[in-house]
Structure formats: structure tokens, C-alpha cells
């Protein structure tokens, strides 16, 4: 329960986030007493969260990234969030996709939160150009809207993208499909404002 509290409300786990405390058998037997005591919830087989409460509401639903993300660490996989999540949080689309989808190199597994859904969907790895990072986001927002739109990526990931992430994308731009190369590589060479400027 401390480990669960360090990571503080809202925080998603696996059995195996505990492996390193003791034996699965007993991480298995500790989770279920803390889901009866009602200090944690058991979200699916397997899928544990601490919680953040609604003084009105009650429990909320976790952040489908953070049960994405929980999914990942247990099977030692990498998760990145599809093409059209991936230009709605650019701002290149207002549509929000009703389902939480990513692309993972782990197994496919869907994980439905009341009226969410969680998709995890196994992809190949030429789909998985800097997973889990601002520049993984960029180039799934590129391959979403198309050669059509990739001037508005170029001039929305190069504003946003920190110099890291554009180094990051400079080093992945290679991986990626031919026509997206050029944008990748303006977008890694831009100057650009500070994000946080």
C-alpha cells in the first residue's frame, strides 16, 4: 500500500509493479486484501488502481495513458498512442477518439472502463518509430493526417518539440516511410520557440 500511496492518486498497476517486494503469490494475496479493504481497485484481471476520488463523483476513471502505460511495464513492452490521438493532443484535429487505442510491441489486450475502452494493439516496429515519446506522437500524428497536412505538423511539432525530442525524431526519421522523412528531418532542424517560452 505505501508503493501504491508513493505514486499517489490515479496510479495504475500490474502484479508485477510489486515483484521486486515478494512472490507473486503473495503480491496476488496483498492486492486482493487491499481491493476488499476498499483501498484499491481492481480495474480488470490483473489491473490494479489507486484511485483519485471525487468529493461528488466518488471514484474516478483512471487516464487511459497510465493504464496503457501499466500494461507495457508488465510485459516489458513499448506503448504509443495511435494516429488520431496522436493529432488531436498536437491540435490538429478537435475529434476525440472515443477509443483510448495504441500501438504497442507487446500482445494486443483491450481493457474496458466503464463506458472507456483501453486498446492496446500489437504493430510492427515500422509502426513504432520512438514509442512512448513527443516525437513518437509526431510522427503517428503525420502518418494520421497524411502528405496533405504534413506542412501543419511540420509547423505545429516544431513549435512544440523540445530539443530533445527533435534530436530524438532527427535519430528516428530514418525508420520512418519515405515521404514522411523530409517533414521529420525540417521539424528536427527547426529552431522553433521554447515550449515553455
Known amino acids: 500500500m505505501r508503493r501504491a500511496r508513493g505514486t499517489g492518486r490515479g496510479g495504475v498497476f500490474t502484479p508485477s509493479d510489486f515483484l521486486d517486494v515478494a512472490t507473486r503469490a503473495a503480491v496476488d ?7 476488499k479493504n476498499g483501498k484499491l481497485r481492481r480495474l480488470a484481471r490483473g489491473l490494479y488502481d489507486f484511485p483519485k ?3 461528488k463523483l466518488g471514484p474516478l476513471s483512471p487516464a487511459p495513458d497510465d493504464v496503457a502505460q501499466a500494461l507495457a511495464r508488465e510485459t516489458g513492452s513499448h506503448v504509443q498512442i495511435s494516429g488520431a490521438r496522436a493529432a488531436n493532443a498536437l491540435g490538429l484535429t478537435t475529434q476525440v477518439p472515443a477509443r483510448s487505442t495504441y500501438l504497442t510491441d507487446g500482445p494486443s489486450r483491450r481493457v474496458v472502463l466503464g463506458k472507456r ?3 492496446l494493439r500489437h504493430a510492427s516496429p515500422k509502426h513504432l518509430i520512438a514509442p512512448g515519446s513527443a516525437a513518437g506522437t509526431v510522427v503517428q ?3 494520421h493526417v497524411g502528405p496533405i497536412r504534413a506542412a501543419d505538423v511540420m509547423q505545429v511539432a516544431s ?7 527533435k534530436k530524438t525524431l532527427a535519430s528516428s526519421a530514418v525508420q520512418a516511410p519515405a515521404w ?6 525540417s521539424i528536427a ?5 521554447d515550449i515553455n517560452g
Open 29 to 35: 494475496q496483498a492486492l486482493s486484501r487491499l481491493v
Open 53 to 55: 476520488v471525487h468529493p
Open 117 to 119: 475502452v483501453v486498446d
Open 141 to 143: 500524428a503525420l502518418r
Open 159 to 165: 513549435r512544440r518539440l523540445s530539443a530533445t525530442d
Open 180 to 185: 514522411m522523412r523530409p517533414t521529420l528531418v
Open 189 to 193: 532542424n527547426a529552431a522553433g520557440a
